[in-house]
C-alpha cells in the first residue's frame, strides 16, 4: 500500500479509481496517472521529487472495444455518477466526446481513449471506433496508442477504503510512446512531458538498460524498426531533446519551476544529458531489431 493518492487534494483520482474497480483488470490507466504510478513499481528507485500534478485520469479501452469492460452488471457510468463524477460532452475534439467531470475541490476529470486506426479521422474529426461508444462513454480515438498497451504492468493503488490493482504501461513503452507523439502535442503539453521523460528515467535509471532489452522488441514491432516510419520519429525526436540548447527544455525547466520542485543543477545542460543518457540505450536497442 502507498500513501501516493492520499491527501485531499486527490479526492478526485480516489473516486474514479473506486469507481472504475471493476474494470481495472482490462483497462490501461496512462498518461500523468500512470506517470506517478510508476513510483509504486518493485523496479523502482526512490528519486526525492513529488510526480507533477494532474487534473485528469486517462484510461485506454482495449483494442477490441468497451464490450470487454461494461456488461449489464457492471454499468461504469452509473457507478462514476455514483461516485459524484457528471457527464459533459466537450467542443474541441468533434462531435460526441464525453468526459466525466469530479467539480472537487480540486476539480478532476475522467476521460476514455481507444486507438485510431490508420487512415481514419483526425482528432478533430468524427468519431471513428465505434466499439469505444458504447453505455454512454464515447472514447477519443488519438493515434500511436498502441504502443502503451503492449507488456503492461500492475501496481497496487490503495484509494483509502480499499486496493485496488491497476494496469499501466510499462516506462519503455511510455518513454516510447511520448517522443512518437511529440510533434503532435500542444506546446504546453511537451514542456510537461518532458518532465515526465525526466522523472521516467530518474525511477528506473539502475535497471534501464535491461527494461530496453526487454520490452523494444514488442515495441519495434508497432513502430516498424530498425527503418519504419515510427522508429524513424523516435530516433529523430530523441535527437532533439538531448539537446540542452533546445527551446523544449527551457519550458521543462519552467514546468519543474512552477510546480514547487527543486531545481535542476546545471538547468538545460544537466537535463539534457540526463535524456542523452536515457535515451541511448533505447535506440540501441531499437537498432537491433530486424
Known amino acids: 500500500m502507498s ?22 483488470d482490462r483497462v ?31 484510461l485506454l479501452l482495449p483494442e477490441d472495444g468497451l464490450s470487454v469492460v461494461s456488461s449489464p452488471s457492471v454499468d461504469l457510468v452509473g457507478r462514476l455518477r455514483d461516485h459524484g463524477f457528471a457527464e459533459k460532452v466537450t467542443g474541441g475534439y468533434g462531435d460526441g466526446h ?42 477519443l480515438p488519438l493515434a500511436h496508442l498502441r ?18 490493482p491497476v494496469r ?26 518532458i518532465v515526465y521523460l525526466y522523472d521516467t528515467l530518474s525511477l528506473f535509471q539502475a535497471v534501464w538498460d535491461r527494461l530496453c532489452e526487454q520490452y523494444t522488441p ?28 533546445a527551446d523544449p527544455l527551457l519550458r521543462a525547466l519552467e514546468v519543474i519551476e512552477s510546480s514547487g520542485r527543486a531545481p535542476i543543477q546545471l538547468g538545460a545542460t544537466s537535463l539534457a544529458a540526463s535524456l542523452r543518457a536515457g535515451f541511448e540505450p533505447l535506440l540501441r536497442h531499437l537498432e537491433s531489431e530486424s
Open 28 to 58: 490501461f490507466v496512462i498518461g500523468g496517472v500512470a506517470h506517478a504510478l510508476y513510483r509504486l513499481h518493485a523496479e523502482a528507485c526512490p528519486i526525492p521529487t513529488e510526480p507533477l500534478s494532474t487534473a485528469d485520469l486517462d
Open 218 to 245: 514488442s515495441l519495434a514491432s508497432v513502430l516498424g524498426a530498425p527503418r519504419g516510419k515510427g522508429a524513424r520519429a523516435v530516433r529523430r525526436m530523441a535527437d532533439v531533446l538531448a539537446d540542452p540548447e
Open 147 to 164: 504502443l502503451l498497451s503492449k507488456d503492461v504492468w500492475k501496481v497496487e493503488v490503495d484509494v483509502g477504503e480499499d486496493v485496488l
Open 168 to 193: 499501466i504501461p510499462n516506462p519503455v513503452a511510455f518513454v516510447v510512446q511520448k517522443l512518437r507523439v511529440w510533434r503532435e502535442r500542444e506546446p504546453s503539453r511537451q514542456a510537461k512531458d
Open 98 to 139: 464525453v468526459v466525466f467531470e469530479f467539480s472537487g475541490p480540486p476539480p478532476f476529470q475522467v476521460e476514455f481513449l481507444v486507438h485510431r486506426l490508420a487512415g481514419s479521422r483526425s482528432r478533430k474529426g468524427e468519431r471513428v471506433c465505434a466499439k469505444g461508444q458504447e453505455d454512454g462513454i464515447h472514447a
Open 3 to 24: 500513501g501516493l493518492f492520499q491527501g485531499p487534494q486527490h479526492e478526485g483520482i480516489r473516486r474514479a479509481l473506486s469507481a472504475l474497480a471493476p474494470a481495472l
